[in-house]
Every structure is written in structure tokens, then in C-alpha cells.
């Protein structure tokens, strides 16, 4: 079963590999959209590690790429800014897990093993969200409809470019 993990951090993607690939997991890393398609279409993967924001760029508009050249295809995908938009967006474009960084091999392995998905609901509790959070929610729905393209998205939310920056810098805040 080969993986292929895609994320534009060359150091975890390193060590993501080599760490699947002592696991037993036949893995090969690729740092940018095109390389990966590339490889995908020559390797035709059974489990992707598909990093959310790839140098700018949405990941999840390989989703679609990657199912095609392989429909049993399972993705994971990662992000170190998650957010529901997010999540609920990478599911319904086929992901099978949606995990937020830092994150544990155990945790990307039991996602690919996992047959009910993730539980979007649990991830939206009865509590109301804080006005931090409910800011980071809408910045990240934004984020996504410019296909991670800041200075559209800051254009969109009305806000100087390196406020926003600022902003998605730092860690997601908590409910």
C-alpha cells in the first residue's frame, strides 16, 4: 500500500515519509501540486497526505485530481490552521479525515483505517464560540473561497494585507 505524502514543509515531509516508510508504509514525498499529480499518476497512491495550505495554495483543490487517478484513493488531510469551513469543505470533495498539525503517526495511520470519517459534529460543540474564534472561522471560509490567495481574501474581508497575515500566523484560537 504506497503513500504519498504532499506538503510544501520539505523538513516534515522528510520526516513524514521516512517515518511511514519505517512503519512498514512504502511512502514518497512531494513538496508541490504538480510534482505530486506527477507522482500520483505514475505511482497511483492508496493513501494520501495532503497538506491544506501548499504554498500559498489551497491542497484541497488536488482532492479532485488525485480521486480521479485513483478513486479508492483515501486522504488525510493536514493543516496547521484548521477550521469547520475547512474540514467540511475537504470531506465533501472526498478526504476521509481532516487532522490539525501538530500530529502523531499513530492518529494519520488510524485515519486512513477509519471507515465512519471524522465527526464534524463533535468538532462543533453546543457552546457558543468565542469572538476569536468565530473571526478565525470566518477568515479561514474566506481564505478558502480565494483559494488561499491573501491579498483577494484581504481585499474581501476589507483588511490592510499584513493585518491578515498577521492574523493567520498565529495559532488557532480555541472555542
Not at 116 to 124: I, Q, R, S, V
Amino acid at each position: 500500500m504506497f503513500t504519498l505524502v504532499i506538503d510544501d514543509d520539505p523538513s516534515f515531509n522528510a520526516i513524514l515519509t521516512r517515518t511511514l516508510e519505517r512503519r512498514g508504509q512504502p511512502a514518497i514525498g512531494a513538496l508541490a501540486g504538480e510534482a505530486a499529480l506527477a507522482l500520483a499518476s505514475e505511482h497511483r497512491p492508496a493513501r494520501v497526505v495532503l497538506d491544506l495550505n501548499l504554498n500559498g495554495s489551497s491542497g484541497l483543490a488536488l482532492i479532485p485530481e488525485l480521486l480521479r487517478l485513483n478513486a479508492d484513493c483515501r486522504i488525510v488531510v493536514l493543516t496547521g490552521y484548521a477550521s469547520i469551513a475547512t474540514a467540511v469543505d475537504a470531506i465533501k470533495l472526498g478526504a476521509v479525515q481532516y487532522l490539525a498539525k501538530p500530529v502523531e503517526i499513530e492518529a494519520i495511520l488510524a485515519a486512513f483505517e477509519a471507515d465512519d470519517g471524522p465527526d464534524l459534529e463533535a468538532a462543533a460543540s453546543d457552546e457558543p464560540l468565542s469572538v476569536d474564534r468565530l473571526e478565525w472561522e470566518h477568515i479561514q471560509r474566506v481564505l478558502n473561497e480565494n483559494d488561499g490567495n491573501i491579498s483577494a481574501t484581504a481585499r474581501a474581508l476589507k483588511m490592510h494585507r499584513r493585518t491578515l497575515q498577521r492574523k493567520l500566523a498565529k495559532r488557532p484560537v480555541k472555542t
